[in-house]
């Protein structure tokens, strides 16, 4: 059985979806004010993982993503996320924009990473700003509901009339007070109830009429909005990072639960944070990364997914340049061993009676540590160990095609869950570029190692990597 941890319970539970081979899954999806960061992109790439192992294990899943293009303050570490800036119109300010042209500018540049990353599509991915009225119709029937309240144009949920509050989180109301991490409003009735719906100031750029002002959503309602739009009023499996567990997430079941009288998500996922260099990532600090930067450091987007698979989503990523080093060599290993299948199982060699190793065996514990809670790290130890052993009999040269062609279908089986894209080798490179290749391996065979360095960031500065490999070498463009 699929075991997967439930922050709402805080154990690992068997897994058993509402419906019977379908799952409903929803994730908190970027808010497009800015760059998706390595650790933003490390969420989505365990929720990627998530959603492959059950695709894996036979479910149909639809999973949704949300833009988020409106309602996201910037003091979204503080209180109930309901003070500080709009984050869109604050970009849209410091680049001379429109919010619009913001978010179409960065969603396009969070879809290329994904892309880049080979993170599945979702099933859609919703926008805030396209489901106002959705909003206010949850918002109305909290109000009727006694739920929520309206004052000056601003509506907030009030918080202590939904019981459960905190359930998720594990905050009790005692322990949210003034002072605490929490804003006065003046238009509260309690410092810890949360914003629905926010009167816009005069010349705010991103406003909607409403029963209550012209103004705009309070970042929370979004998800529980557009999430039942597509999804229905319950969920299977709803995800994020554990930032989001309180108050977003928390406040998402209590608008949500409220409005419906439902439960809202079965299954709670979230990761934990990625730090770099043991510490938490910032642009004052000098050690904040975009996937960009690590694609200019010579780095594929594989090395990056790899390095995240290798940590366990509930352990935390400490990202340093030795461990991207470490997965980037972890990376090739996997790639040269691919190849050199796809290059025997094309052969056409005589089998051996050689006892061929027992791949079921393989396939059991691969399947046991995936089905574990996501165990990647126990996963991808078996299958370097798999590597290690057929390594052994291809020197040995008591390997066959016919085994390759088993080992291989086993490998592009269990991919299905690592997700990891490896490129072919270039066929057609520039007739530049093929010179100076072809000039570097005379400098390598004649042991000119110096010229051989040289001849490489000649050909990096046209645009292209070159790799050694047990079959030579190995030009590939350089990703942008």
């Known amino acids: 059985m699929f075991k997967l941890y439930n922050t709402l319970s805080g154990k690992k539970e068997g897994f058993k979806s509402l419906e019977t081979g379908k799952v409903k899954m929803y994730t908190c999806g970027p808010t497009v004010y800015d760059y998706a960061h390595i650790g933003n992109l490390a969420a989505y790439l365990y929720a990627d993982t998530l959603r492959r192992t059950l695709e894996y294990l036979g479910y149909e899943v639809r999973h949704i993503v949300n833009i988020t293009d409106v309602g996201h303050l910037t003091d979204d570490d503080i209180g109930q996320a309901d003070s500080g800036d709009e984050k869109m119109i604050k970009a849209a300010k410091r680049e001379n924009k429109t919010p619009w042209e913001i978010a179409e500018f960065y969603t396009e540049k969070f879809f290329s990473d994904i892309e880049k990353l080979n993170i599945r599509k979702a099933s859609y991915y919703p926008r805030a700003t396209a489901h106002i009225p959705q909003m206010i119709k949850i918002i109305e029937k909290l109000i009727e509901k006694g739920l929520a309240y309206e004052k000056n144009g601003n509506v907030f949920f009030d918080v202590e009339k939904f019981s459960d509050y905190g359930k998720l989180s594990k905050k009790k109301l005692t322990d949210l007070k003034i002072g605490n991490r929490l804003e006065e409003h003046p238009d509260k009735k309690n410092p810890f109830d949360f914003a629905l719906w926010l009167k816009a100031p005069k010349n705010h750029l991103m406003q909607w009429d409403s029963p209550w002002s012209k103004g705009y959503p309070g970042w929370h309602i979004e998800c529980s909005a557009m999430s039942m739009e597509y999804l229905g009023q319950t969920l299977d499996i709803h995800t994020g990072g554990e930032d989001h567990i309180f108050p977003h997430h928390e406040n998402e079941i209590a608008q949500s639960e409220g409005a419906t009288g439902k439960t809202f998500s079965h299954f709670w996922f979230h990761n934990r944070f990625l730090l770099v260099d043991g510490a938490k990532m910032s642009k004052s600090k000098g050690n904040f990364y975009r996937l960009d930067d690590i694609l200019a450091m010579g780095f594929d987007p594989m090395d990056f997914r790899l390095l995240v698979l290798s940590g366990h989503y509930r352990s935390g990523l400490n990202f340093t340049q030795n461990s991207l080093k470490q997965a980037q060599t972890n990376r090739k290993k996997i790639e040269r061993f691919v190849s050199e299948l796809k290059k025997i199982a094309s052969q056409s060699v005589k089998s051996t009676n050689e006892e061929f190793l027992n791949l079921n065996e393989y396939q059991t ?113 350089i990703k942008k």
Do not use: C, H, M
């Open 365 to 477: 514990r691969f399947d046991q540590a995936i089905k574990d809670d996501l165990n990647t790290p126990l996963a991808l130890s078996v299958v370097y160990e798999l590597i290690l052993q057929i390594n052994k009999k291809i020197i040995n040269k008591k390997f066959t095609s016919t085994e390759a062609e088993k080992v291989l279908n086993f490998w592009n089986k269990i991919n299905k869950v690592l997700g990891l894209k490896f490129e072919e080798k270039t066929a057609n490179l520039p007739e530049t570029v093929k010179k100076l290749v072809a000039e570097r391996e005379s400098a390598r065979k004649n042991k000119n190692f110096s010229l051989a360095d040289q001849l490489r960031d000649k050909i990096k500065n046209l645009g292209y990597q070159v790799e050694d490999t047990t079959d030579g070498q190995v030009a590939r463009k």
